[in-house]
């Protein structure tokens, strides 16, 4: 593995990521790949943020060993796990510092160790990026439907309407609308101007057709942002199978605090929905077993009419807990 990054050197490099981004390996290591082939886009594409979202770590390496210097155009880095003392772990935060690393950005260069890996995505990476993609899964605590948000502005190189096409590209179900939270990924992105797209999808314990289809949806996106070469120089069974599970049409979906739905007490949660369906507001989505004796039920309500996105696969949880969320479709402009 090279020590010192060189993003303009041409093929397909792996480095250490503990030496670029800490300058050690005392928290362990692990890999990212620069890929850079003669003229076209530069795009960061990372996972494992949080460590327990084994999904894109597992499919962005698979990427990886999918791809040949002359299947890019332009530079594709791709980091699986950025975030690997957490997910070395299998766990969402990192017991170096126990921060949620997507609370950390831009990061600080002299901080904790979730911080600098921050800080070296903002300092090291953004330079030298037009787009920034940062997949996740629902982890260990709940269960996500497969979709697409992102972020740009009048400061970026893109337009919202060319954003939405390209997450449409996607082939996910759902494009989802959501405000940026400026110490995420992909806020620090907007404010050094670079459009983002954030992935969701999974969790839980994993199941082969979610890898498959967030590859699917990679190799989609990054084929219409022109960094992959088209179906003729790459994989064309790889794009087929990819093309074959495209969604049609895609729902864009606005998502408030009021999409979202709290435990209204301790105890034990019963689904009263499955992801995907359709609720009113008033609904029951849930039903809470108190455990304080008497097993009581109350019920979980939706305040906001919607699809279901995700869904809590913790049994038990304390009052306040999030039970859900949906997403409420777009009216037609
Ligand atoms: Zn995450």
Same mark, same amino acid.
């Given at each position: 593995?090279?020590?010192?990054?060189?993003?303009?050197?041409?093929?397909?490099?792996?480095?250490?990521?503990?030496?670029?981004?800490?300058?050690?390996?005392?928290?362990?290591?692990?890999?990212?790949?620069?890929?850079?082939?003669?003229?076209?886009?530069?795009?960061?594409?990372?996972?494992?943020?949080?460590?327990?979202?084994?999904?894109?770590?597992?499919?962005?390496?698979?990427? *990886?060993?999918?791809?040949?210097?002359?299947?890019?155009?332009?530079?594709? *880095?791709?980091?699986?796990?950025?975030?690997?003392?957490?997910?070395?772990?299998?766990?969402?935060?990192?017991?170096?510092?126990?921060?949620?690393?997507?609370?950390?950005?831009?990061?600080?260069?002299?901080?904790?160790?979730?911080?600098?890996?921050?800080?070296?995505?903002?300092?090291?990476?953004?330079?030298?990026?037009?787009?920034?993609?940062?997949?996740?899964?629902?982890?260990?605590?709940?269960?996500?439907?497969?979709?697409?948000?992102?972020?740009?502005?009048?400061?970026?190189?893109?337009?919202?309407?060319?954003?939405?096409?390209?997450?449409?590209?996607?082939?996910?179900?759902?494009?989802?609308?959501?405000?940026? +939270?400026?110490?995420?990924?992909?806020?620090?992105?907007? *404010?050094?101007?670079?459009?983002?797209?954030?992935?969701?999808?999974?969790?839980?314990?994993?199941?082969?057709?979610?890898?498959?289809?967030?590859?699917?949806?990679?190799?989609?996106?990054?084929?219409?942002?022109?960094?992959?070469?088209?179906?003729?120089?790459?994989?064309?069974?790889?794009?087929?199978?990819?093309?074959?599970?495209?969604?049609?049409? +895609?729902?864009?979906?606005?998502?408030?605090?009021?999409?979202?739905?709290?435990?209204?007490?301790?105890?034990?949660?019963?689904?009263?929905?499955?992801?995907?369906?359709? +609720?009113?507001?008033?609904?029951?989505?849930?039903?809470?077993?108190?455990?304080?004796?008497?097993?009581?039920?109350?019920?979980?309500?939706?305040?906001?009419?919607?699809?279901?996105?995700?869904?809590?696969?913790?049994?038990?949880?304390?009052?306040?807990?999030?039970?859900?969320?949906?997403?409420?479709?777009?009216?037609?402009?």
């Amino acid at each position: 593995m090279n020590d010192s990054l060189d993003v303009n050197r041409p093929g397909k490099h792996t480095y250490s990521l503990a030496e670029l981004a800490l300058g050690n390996r005392d928290s362990g290591d692990d890999t990212l790949t620069c890929i850079t082939n003669g003229a076209g886009p530069s795009v960061v594409v990372c996972g494992g943020i949080h460590g327990d979202e084994y999904e894109p770590q597992i499919v962005l390496r698979r990427l *990886i060993a999918s791809l040949d210097a002359t299947d890019v155009a332009g530079r594709l *880095i791709i980091i699986p796990s950025l975030n690997f003392p957490a997910a070395h772990d299998g766990r969402r935060v990192s017991v170096k510092d126990g921060l949620n690393m997507n609370r950390t950005f831009p990061g600080d260069r002299n901080g904790s160790v979730t911080q600098r890996l921050s800080a070296f995505l903002n300092d090291a990476l953004f330079p030298h990026c037009d787009l920034l993609v940062d997949v996740h899964a629902g982890g260990s605590g709940c269960i996500v439907v497969p979709m697409v948000f992102g972020w740009t502005s009048g400061q970026c190189s893109m337009t919202e309407r060319d954003l939405d096409g390209l997450m449409e590209t996607w082939g996910y179900p759902y494009v989802q609308h959501v405000p940026v +939270v400026d110490t995420t990924s992909c806020g620090a992105a907007l *404010i050094a101007r670079i459009p983002s797209i954030e992935i969701e999808g999974g969790g839980g314990s994993l199941s082969a057709s979610e890898l498959e289809l967030m590859l699917a949806g990679l190799r989609r996106g990054l084929r219409a942002y022109g960094v992959l070469k088209a179906a003729a120089d790459v994989d064309a069974d790889a794009d087929a199978a990819a093309d074959a599970m495209k969604a049609d049409p +895609v729902i864009h979906l606005d998502v408030t605090d009021d999409n979202q739905y709290f435990a209204p007490v301790t105890g034990v949660i019963e689904h009263t929905v499955a992801l995907h369906d359709f +609720v009113e507001a008033g609904q029951v989505v849930a039903l809470m077993h108190s455990v304080d004796g008497a097993y009581a039920t109350q019920e979980v309500l939706a305040r906001r009419p919607g699809h279901v996105l995700r869904q809590s696969t913790l049994g038990f949880v304390g009052q306040g807990a999030p039970v859900g969320n949906t997403g409420t479709p777009r009216r037609p402009a």
